[in-house]
């Protein structure tokens, strides 16, 4: 592919960058300012936005409510974006079942949940997990019989992230017990309002509410919301963790957290000198931000199969590794920067009423939460150990 920008493509830029100077609100920039959680109405209100340019889904196919841009353009419009903060949009709606139901669902399936995922009205949450199911995936209990024109479904669900802010989820659910792991499984959507549904926080080590369980208890699902065949979900749900993985490198936060590095490394020490000095210092990070530039070099080979419509494949476990290592050694640098700073960390500073000034500069917010959630982004999305196996086996034949 092409890596030299053309005319249109400097345009194209200029014009995102100018659409995101004029349109994102104040009011995000300044939680993202504090490094604050951005809510999940802020998020919905700067979907909407989105919306109306029809920039919310790059991936997505024209047909579908995509901007039918070039894989240039998808980078381009990356790059900006996330270089600008702008609040990610759902992922569980837009990367991950969005791309499940145009390709697999019903035409009824896809004109109901379509346009509310790309509107930001119905938010989505992932229901694969179940203790003792993680790694091993395809060993999920999680039962759904059928009973007249319903499934009833009974089981567990775990690390259910936003299942408290959802109102849809999906679900893989055992639909055979007689047939190998992987031939009894089924993908259902569902309303997670659904009586028999009961969801209990799990607070993570940044000391806040991301997670979940999520417990079904004859929880009644139409056949009608089952993505295509019965005893066919494995197939769906290994197309769906392909975006999702794909969608966990964020390569243009990762290099504006470079530039954040540099800033606060580039302060004077209390006791005098620069930590961007430090020869030892400037080596690991120039060591991470070439891993960086190589894996942008990825994903824009992987953008140009999805935009010829192919799969993003196994790339997508090679980005989700390299995506999540630099990710974690970013958080690091950005910690060890801080110096003490560092410590004096309170979760209670990410509640709406809090207004003591954080304990330090005013840059030292959000990034020891930072690092405490990230802890686990080797781990969500299929550890980093089972992408290994993966490339292992499909991309070295071992
Ligand atoms: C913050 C967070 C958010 C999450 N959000 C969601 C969500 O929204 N929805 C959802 O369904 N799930 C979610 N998960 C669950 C996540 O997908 C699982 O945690 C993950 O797949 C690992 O499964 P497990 O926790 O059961 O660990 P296990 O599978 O028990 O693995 C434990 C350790 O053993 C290693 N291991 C296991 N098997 C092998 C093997 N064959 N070869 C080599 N090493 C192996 C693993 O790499 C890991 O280090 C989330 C998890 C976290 C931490």
């Not at 974006?81 to 390709?103: K, L």
Request: charged fraction near 20%.
């Amino acid at each position: 592919m092409d890596l030299l920008y053309s005319d249109e493509d400097l345009a194209f830029r200029d014009e995102v960058r100018a659409f995101i100077a004029e349109n994102l609100p104040q009011e995000i920039r300044d939680a993202n300012a504090r490094g604050a959680h951005i809510s999940k109405p802020l998020a919905v209100k700067w979907q909407k936005i989105l919306h109306t340019r029809g920039w919310v889904a790059p991936n997505w196919p024209a047909e579908y409510g995509g901007p039918g841009w070039t894989s240039i353009q998808k980078h381009i419009f990356a790059e900006e974006y996330q270089a600008a903060d702008c609040p990610a949009v759902s992922g569980f709606g837009v990367t991950m079942v969005g791309p499940v139901i145009y390709t697999y669902g019903t035409d009824a399936q896809k004109e109901q949940h379509l346009p509310k995922i790309l509107s930001g009205d119905v938010y989505w949450c992932q229901g694969y997990s179940e203790p003792g199911s993680g790694s091993d995936l395809a060993s999920l209990q999680t039962r759904a019989v059928q009973d007249g024109d319903d499934y009833v479904v009974n089981g567990q669900k775990i690390w259910t992230s936003l299942a408290h802010i959802a109102d849809w989820i999906f679900c893989l659910v055992r639909t055979d017990t007689e047939v190998k792991q992987q031939e009894g499984i089924t993908f259902l959507l569902f309303d997670i309002k659904s009586k028999g549904v009961t969801i209990k926080p799990i607070i993570s080590m940044d000391g806040r509410h991301h997670l979940n369980e999520v417990f079904f208890d004859d929880v009644r699902v139409p056949i009608s919301n089952r993505i295509a065949e019965e005893n066919m979900g494995w197939t769906y749900a290994k197309y769906l963790l392909g975006h999702e993985r794909a969608g966990i490198a964020q390569i243009a936060t990762h290099k504006r957290t470079v530039n954040r590095v540099k800033e606060i490394a580039s302060q004077e020490c209390a006791y005098g000198g620069r930590l961007i000095d430090d020869p030892a210092f400037k080596a690991r990070l120039s060591q991470v931000s070439i891993s960086l530039e190589a894996l942008a070099l990825t994903d824009l080979r992987m953008q140009a199969n999805i935009s010829a419509g192919k799969s993003p494949g196994d790339q997508a476990s090679t980005l989700k590794i390299s995506g999540t290592q630099i990710y974690q050694e970013l958080n690091e640098i950005l910690v060890q920067a801080l110096a003490y700073y560092g410590l004096p960390y309170s979760p209670d500073q990410f509640r709406p009423d809090w207004n003591e000034p954080p304990v330090g500069p005013e840059y030292t917010s959000g990034i020891m939460a930072d690092r405490l959630l990230r802890r686990a982004a080797s781990i969500y999305g299929g550890s980093n150990e089972i992408q290994k196996n993966i490339i292992a086996k499909r991309v070295l034949g071992l």
